[in-house]
């Protein structure tokens, strides 16, 4: 509860210096795990202090009170005094509706005082002119700065001190766009701070993987199995590394340790389906494969896998069926479109080799 009361404290204040000095913002201000004392005790007297000055300007000037209590107030709920879940220090989302109160207070502000230096109200202009120019600048610069999960999470890194999810984020995106040399220093990064990071050593093996580097791919993807054995993404990536080393009696088998673990199996089921179907094992891939569409019965792959299955013997009446619910789904899957194609030619040529009447 110190911690929560000292970060509420310095985060109140940080909001205040964000209004008037929007720059520097991040996606994400990790949680602390210590505030120094002197931090909290000048933030502490700074409320305080306008506290006691906005209470006692009420009856002369209410909308200091009403503002400043609409920010405190409004901002109370996601102070974090109150721990639901993992919270951040702060939030700039946070800050719409209590920065209204905020608003209130500066427009009459400067309202009341533009009477008392008529004088200088060209000067006055000039300087709100620039001040809104420099909001307008730094408007622009953040706006830049959601183009991609990269260039945000990058940004969040020049601002907070280390967090995992700025470095992991940053890794997948350049996963996706094959950097994997820099996607690999930041998920190093994330496991020099947390050696049994999951997800880190996950997407770590998956970059192995998508590199072609098997065995190293395997051994980041078995340990992150040890780690969280009910993650599916994690046994389908080592099964097709697996496949690849040639070892489909290794990668079967892990698939059915998943089944036993893993909550969400569609993703498996294909997967087991489809090498039970490579390795000859015809009737238990087809088995999988009506598994697999009675959780799943939209599940594309999985209608085009069986469909094939029912091709293979001889079934090409449902065979037909089932490729054209798979294109009901992808109207222009390629796979479902040469399925069809196959059992027209086979129902063209088995018409074709009746005798005559």
């Known amino acids: 509860m110190g911690l929560r009361i000292s970060n509420a404290l310095v985060s109140n204040v940080q ?3 964000n209004f008037f000095f929007p ?4 996606i994400l201000y990790p949680y602390p795990t210590s505030v120094p004392l002197f931090k909290s005790l000048i933030s502490l007297a700074i409320l305080l202090t306008m506290t006691t000055v906005f209470l006692f300007q009420y009856k002369n000037k209410p909308y200091l009170t009403i503002g400043w209590f609409w920010f405190l107030g409004v901002l109370f709920p996601t102070s974090g005094l109150i721990l639901g879940t993992l919270w951040p220090a702060m939030a700039d989302r946070w800050a719409y509706l209590p920065h209204v109160g905020l608003g209130l207070m500066t427009s009459c502000i400067i309202s009341d005082l533009l009477p ?3 004088k200088f109200r060209h000067v006055i202009t000039a300087c709100a002119c620039l001040f809104i120019a420099f909001l307008a600048f730094t408007t622009r610069q953040q706006i830049g700065h959601w183009k991609n999960s990269e260039t945000i999470f990058k940004q969040a890194l020049t601002v907070t001190d280390y967090h995992y999810l700025p470095h992991l984020n940053i890794a997948v ?6 950097q994997h040399a820099k996607a690999r220093e930041h ?3 994330i496991l020099s701070h947390e050696p049994d990071h999951k997800e880190a050593i996950y997407n770590l093996g998956l970059s192995f993987y998508e590199t072609g580097e098997n065995d190293a791919a395997l051994r980041l993807l078995f340990k992150a199995i040890d780690l969280q054995p009910t993650q599916a993404k994690a046994y389908l990536v080592a099964s097709w590394a697996l496949q690849r080393n040639n070892q489909t009696n290794e990668a079967i088998r892990l698939c059915e340790i998943a089944l036993e673990k893993v909550k969400k199996t569609d993703g498996i089921l294909y997967e087991l ?4 179907s490579a390795s000859g094992e015809k009737e238990a891939a087809e088995l999988k494969a009506i598994e697999l569409l009675s959780i799943a019965p939209g599940h594309v792959n999985g209608m085009i896998l069986y469909a094939d299955l029912l091709m293979k013997r001889n079934d090409t009446g449902k065979a037909l ?3 054209k619910k798979a294109l009901v789904h992808e109207p222009e899957n390629e796979e479902a479109l040469q399925g ?3 059992c027209q030619a086979s129902h063209q040529k088995e018409t074709s080799t009746l005798p005559p009447l």
């Open 23 to 26: 720059a520097n913002l991040s």
């Open 273 to 276: 389906a489809f090498l039970l």
């Open 15 to 17: 909001y205040i210096i």
């Open 173 to 178: 995106a350049q996963i996706q766009k094959g």
């Open 321 to 323: 069926q089932f490729y």
């Open 187 to 189: 998920l190093r990064t």
């Open 340 to 342: 069809i194609a196959k």
């Open 116 to 118: 008392l230096f008529d």
